[in-house]
């Protein structure tokens, strides 16, 4: 796998972190996930493919045993508010003088600096900070996001994830590491760069919500079907949008053009009759592999088993037969080979991360004894 070898350190934290914890274990790193002896389980149910270790890092004794890991690590991930490590220490001068090469990716809503890099906050702040929330949500209605998908995922784990691997492979150049400072707001705005940079195109002139791809364009949106269900569509050029009206039975004399802002509520409603005539499955029928650009909207049950996502092996089931989408984009030579295993339990690897990283027995027994770790014995009588 791309990422074999590579050693990272995640230390458990909501969304985002353990996202791309996640992403670099999918791809062949070997993740320990950092966890907090006493820890009720794992809250993220993004663990695939890691390890866990419980340490206490209050104690002075905790806080040097992830030196020590970090001394031997590729790839330090942290996903608290700034400080948190420092006052721990743990900040990057102090693991970098000990390992020069290690990556330190600090993964946080409002970045290392500034006036809030040291405040509370979502998904849901980030993504208004950044602007991107402002355009988000149906006309008339306050701007609503998009699960926490955007800001979390989008511009949090994954835009880290990225860093992760730019410094990976700059490092082969100059042998050295680098802290990665991902900023949830910042992220999310980078994502929305098109929306930035398409300012002057008339794309974004009306109010939210009333625009060509906000849900305002009767081509580009979603239509209840007879049974209650919904088709997307998403025609926009002339010669695809031709081919929607004609698996419509819509005449295109008898509608307005297709670019006439003013005309797109009755446009709307011509649309919006016509999809409530047929069952979702019949219309797939109806435009199944043609060029109108119209897909059913599947919800999680029928999704892994649309002939399409079956032919390409899209989603996964793991050992405990939860179906979930398997790691994209697929890479020709090194595929990422997701972990089919369950997750791990608290605490489930810390012996044997631990002597890996060199420790001895001795020094295992006496930061139990010392309740700096915890380990989870269910694991041999499972
Ligand atoms: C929208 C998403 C959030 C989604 C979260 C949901 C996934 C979950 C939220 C509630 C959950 C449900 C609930 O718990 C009830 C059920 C429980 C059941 O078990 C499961 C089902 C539940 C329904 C459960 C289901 C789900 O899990 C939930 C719905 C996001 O936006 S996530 C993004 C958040 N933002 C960031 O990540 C940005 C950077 N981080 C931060 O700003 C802060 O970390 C944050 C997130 C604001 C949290 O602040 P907090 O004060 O709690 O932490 P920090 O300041 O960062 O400091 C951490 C302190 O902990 C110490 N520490 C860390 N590790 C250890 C250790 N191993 N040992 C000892 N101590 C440790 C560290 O030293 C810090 O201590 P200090 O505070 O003293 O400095």
């Known amino acids: 796998m791309a990422l074999r070898g590579v050693k990272v350190v995640e230390l458990a934290g909501l969304a985002p972190g353990p996202f791309c914890g996640m992403v670099l274990a999918d791809f062949g790193a070997q993740v320990v996930r950092v966890d907090r002896p006493g820890a009720v389980g794992d809250v993220s149910r993004l663990s695939r493919g890691k390890r866990s270790l419980a340490v206490d890092l209050k104690r002075p004794r905790g806080a040097a045993l992830v030196r020590r890991l970090c001394a031997r690590a590729d790839v330090l991930l942290e996903p608290f508010r700034h400080g948190v490590m420092e006052k721990l220490q743990l900040g990057p001068e102090t693991l970098q003088k000990e390992n020069p090469r290690l ?62 691997v730019m410094a990976l492979f700059e490092r082969t150049r100059s042998g050295k590491g680098q802290v990665i400072d991902a900023s949830m707001v910042e992220g999310a705005a980078y994502l929305s760069s098109f929306l930035w940079k398409t300012q002057n195109l008339g794309l974004w002139d009306q109010p939210r919500g009333k625009n060509l791809l906000d849900g305002g364009a009767p081509f580009y949106t979603t239509y209840r079907t007879a049974d209650g269900e919904f088709m997307a569509v998403g025609a926009l050029e002339p010669q695809f949008y031709k081919l929607l009206v004609k698996g419509l039975g819509l005449e295109s004399e008898n509608l307005p053009p297709q670019m006439s802002v003013a005309e797109w509520p009755e446009m709307r409603k011509k649309f919006a009759a016509a999809f409530a005539r047929k069952t979702k499955a019949e219309w797939c029928r109806v435009f199944d592999r043609t060029d109108a650009c119209v897909t059913p909207v599947l919800t999680f049950e029928e999704v892994a088993h649309h002939p399409h996502n079956k032919e390409r092996g899209s989603f996964v089931t793991d050992g405990e037969q939860g179906v979930s989408p398997r790691p994209a984009p697929l890479l020709s030579g090194t595929p990422a080979l997701p972990s089919l295993e369950r997750d791990p339990l608290i605490g489930e690897h810390t012996e044997e991360v631990l002597r890996e990283f060199g420790f001895s027995q001795e020094e295992i027994d006496q930061l139990y004894s010392d309740k700096v770790i915890v380990g989870n014995k269910l694991r041999a009588s499972l």
């Open 103 to 164: 990556i330190y990716a600090r993964l946080s809503g409002f970045g290392q600096s500034g006036r809030l890099a040291t405040v509370a906050g979502h998904d849901i702040n980030y993504l208004a900070l950044s602007g991107v929330l402002s355009r988000l949500g149906r006309s008339g209605e306050n701007p609503s996001p998009p699960l926490n998908l955007l800001a979390d995922f989008g511009g949090g784990g994954l835009m880290c994830a990225l860093g992760i």
